[in-house]
C-alpha cells in the first residue's frame, strides 16, 4: 500500500515564475492538506481540500490556490513566486469521514521548492 | 487562538542517556496532541498521539509522552536514546471544533552524541 507520494522532490524556479505541485494521497483518504515548512520552522497549514473543495484555509496570500481532483489527488499552485516561497511543501492526507476529522495525518516526503 | 510552544530548539544528549523533549500549548479545551519525527530531506512520521483517556501514551521506536493538563504539556520521552533517534521533532495540536488544521511547534532539533 503506498503512502501518500509527492512530485517533483526537488524544484528551483526564479522570482515572478508560476510552480504546480502534485500530491497522491494514501489509499482510502479523501482529504488531502498541504503545509509549508521553512527553513527552522515547523510545518504552516496552508490549506486543506476535501470533496473536491477547498475546506479550510490557513493565513495565505492569494498566490497560493490549490485543486483536488475526483480521484483526490491534489495540486498546489504559487503564483508570482517570492523568494520568501523557498520551503519544503508537505502534503499530507486523512479520512475525511466526520464534520471534523480527527484521524491522523499521514505526511508525503514534501517538495523542496527553491526560488532565485 | 490555539499554539503549541516547544522550548528547546536543540537538545543534545548522549547515546544511552534518557531524553525529554519538551512540548506545551495553548487551548481552551483538552486538545488533540501530536508528536511527529522528522529525519533530513524526509517528512513527518508520527510517533505518538494523543486523544483522551490515559494520560500516559505509547508509541513507536519506545517513545512515550505524558499529557499533564495542569500544565498544558505533552512531552515526549524516551528512556535510552540510540543514535538512529538523532531528527528533529515537532509536537502538533490536531483539529478541533470549528478548524480541520493542525498547528506545529516550530521543532527541537535532537543531536545524539556516540
Known amino acids: 500500500d503506498a503512502g501518500v507520494t509527492q512530485s517533483p522532490t526537488h524544484l528551483i524556479k526564479t522570482r515572478g515564475q508560476q510552480v504546480t505541485l502534485r500530491c497522491s494521497p494514501k489509499s482510502g483518504h479523501d482529504t488531502v492538506s498541504w503545509y509549508q515548512q521553512a527553513l527552522g520552522q515547523g510545518p504552516q497549514f496552508i490549506f486543506q481540500y476535501y470533496e473536491e473543495e477547498e475546506r479550510q484555509r490557513g493565513n495565505f496570500p492569494d498566490r497560493f490556490s490549490g485543486h483536488q481532483f475526483p480521484n483526490y489527488s491534489s495540486e498546489l499552485n504559487v503564483n508570482a513566486l517570492l523568494l520568501g516561497d523557498s520551503a519544503l511543501y508537505l502534503c499530507?492526507?486523512?479520512?475525511?469521514?466526520?464534520?471534523?476529522?480527527?484521524?491522523?495525518?499521514?505526511f508525503g516526503p514534501g517538495t523542496r521548492l527553491t526560488v532565485l | 487562538a490555539q499554539s503549541v510552544t516547544q522550548p528547546d530548539i536543540h537538545i543534545t544528549v548522549s547515546e544511552g542517556a534518557s531524553l525529554e523533549l519538551r512540548c506545551n500549548y495553548s487551548y481552551g479545551a483538552t486538545p488533540y496532541l501530536f508528536w511527529y519525527v522528522q529525519s533530513p530531506g524526509q517528512g513527518l512520521q508520527l510517533l505518538l498521539k494523543?486523544?483522551?483517556?490515559?494520560?500516559l501514551v505509547q508509541g513507536i521506536k519506545g517513545f512515550e509522552a505524558e499529557f499533564k493538563r495542569s500544565q498544558s504539556s505533552f512531552n515526549l520521552r524516551k528512556p535510552s536514546v540510540h543514535w538512529s533517534d538523532a531528527a528533529e521533532y515537532f509536537c502538533a495540536v490536531g483539529p478541533t471544533s470549528g478548524t480541520y488544521k493542525y498547528i506545529f511547534g516550530t521543532g527541537t532539533r535532537l543531536k545524539v552524541l556516540a
Open positions: 499530507a492526507s486523512s479520512p475525511g469521514r466526520g464534520r471534523y476529522s480527527y484521524n491522523e495525518q499521514f
Open positions: 494523543y486523544f483522551s483517556g490515559d494520560t
